[in-house]
């Protein structure tokens, strides 16, 4: 797995936190807690959109933040266990497996980019020239 794809899991994870924390903290130490793992989460999320695809990296991150958190609400604050549910996060996890899967933007192409001083903007540019 590349390791910009562990950063979005990294903010999945604590996309989890967050949301768990934006219903259930009531304390100041809690919503302490909520605010920095938002911004762990949006930190790891960002620092993974520089490499990947903006779009598939805040597709996963969500799908796999909106899975954990109602997983989290069923194991940890007893959310009822519904088949339909389930299905319905199986079938948002195919899809976010297979964006992940049909992603070919690699660490490459974006270190080529910075070494030519290219941006994506550049890029589009470059492309729409010829269709002019």
């Not at 989890?16 to 790891?44: D, Q």
């Not at 079938?91 to 490459?108: N, R, S, Y």
């Amino acid at each position: 797995m590349n390791m910009h794809w562990v950063k979005v899991f990294i903010a999945a994870l604590f996309e989890v936190g967050w949301v768990i924390g934006l219903k259930h903290a009531s304390g100041w130490l809690e919503w302490s807690g909520t605010i920095l793992a938002i911004c762990i989460s949006f930190y790891y999320m960002i620092m993974a959109g520089r490499h990947l695809s903006v779009g598939t990296v805040y597709a996963v991150f969500v799908g796999m933040g909106t899975a954990g958190t109602v997983l989290s609400e069923i194991i940890f604050f007893g959310e009822p266990f519904k088949i339909m549910k389930m299905v319905l996060i199986a079938i948002l996890l195919a899809g976010v497996i297979g964006l992940k899967m049909v992603t070919h933007e690699t660490d490459e192409t974006h270190e080529t980019n910075e070494k030519n001083g290219k941006n994506e903007a550049d890029e589009k540019d470059e492309k729409g020239a010829g269709m002019v």
